[in-house]
């Protein structure tokens, strides 16, 4: 790990997202800060909705990280963010990334970690530029569920499948202390970041695939003030943008929620 990135720990905050916009805002952050919070009570995903997080069964942290790049120029950044994820976990569980793919483990787009299609975590990015020449400071919120996914199933009310990191471990593993899994995933983000830093994500496009999970696969996608669009995933450009196939055009996609399309 980069010696420069400041580790905080909190026992309970609002939102760790909300605390580090906070400090961006009030000029407040010179370098990369990771705060992880045994309990958040006002945990929140992409679009507004609230993210539910139980105390000893999450992980749930936000890095602020400074970039050189343009908010113009980050796209891709969640998909990238993912992919360091996964990085993070193989470490700190000792399984090779290839075990975990065999066991389930994939990216949907744009943000979420799915496990055999239930959702094992999701990314939210927030943040930007004070002004130009300043460096683009993105907080970038993370939470995974630990275990006890059926608790999560039962206070979702089957809203969705809901999938935990001890269901990655084979008989006999526990689950390592969740301040590990937190380090090896800051270490991951803190190299992976800076790479892309200096690159952008065309590079990562293939390997971000390999974990696509609804690559070739027929998708409805919702949100971001658009009319839904159904078509087939066709895995993303070199921007991280979706594509899919509907009908005989090639649409691009920067934004939405996307869902498996369910005959009727």
Not at 28 to 48: C, H, S
Not at 129 to 154: C, E, R, V, Y
Not at 155 to 174: C, I, Y
Not at 189 to 206: H, I, P, R, V
């Amino acid at each position: 790990m980069s010696s420069h990135c400041i580790l905080e720990r909190v026992a309970e905050t609002e939102s760790t997202n909300d605390d580090l916009m906070a400090r961006w805002r009030a000029g407040e952050l010179i370098d990369p800060i990771a705060r992880l919070a045994q309990k958040q009570t006002a945990g929140k995903g992409r679009a507004g909705r609230a993210w539910l997080a139980r105390p000893q069964d999450s992980l749930c942290f936000s890095l602020a990280y400074p970039f050189q790049r343009k908010p113009a120029d980050l796209s891709g950044l969640s998909l990238l963010v993912g992919l360091a994820v996964i990085s993070g976990l193989s470490l700190a569980l000792n399984h090779s990334k290839q075990e975990l793919h065999q066991k389930g483990l994939r990216l949907k787009w744009p943000n979420d970690l799915l496990l055999n299609q239930g959702k094992l975590g999701g990314i939210l990015i927030e943040g930007g530029q004070t002004k130009l020449g300043d460096p683009s400071w993105m907080i970038i919120g993370i939470g995974i569920n630990l275990q006890n996914a059926n608790a999560f199933d039962q206070a979702l009310h089957h809203e969705q499948k809901v999938a935990a990191l001890d269901q990655l471990l084979t008989t006999g593993e526990v689950l390592p202390d969740p301040d590990w899994i937190w380090l090896k995933i800051v270490e991951e983000l803190e190299a992976t970041l800076s790479n892309f830093d200096q690159t952008g994500f065309a590079q990562y496009q293939k390997l971000w695939m390999d974990w696509d999970a609804f690559q070739n696969t027929a998708v409805r996608i919702t949100g971001a003030g658009q009319e839904v669009i159904e078509g087939v995933a066709k895995g993303v450009d070199t921007s991280g943008a979706l594509l899919l196939a509907s009908g005989e055009k090639m649409i691009s996609i920067h934004a939405g929620d996307v869902s498996l399309r369910t005959s009727k």
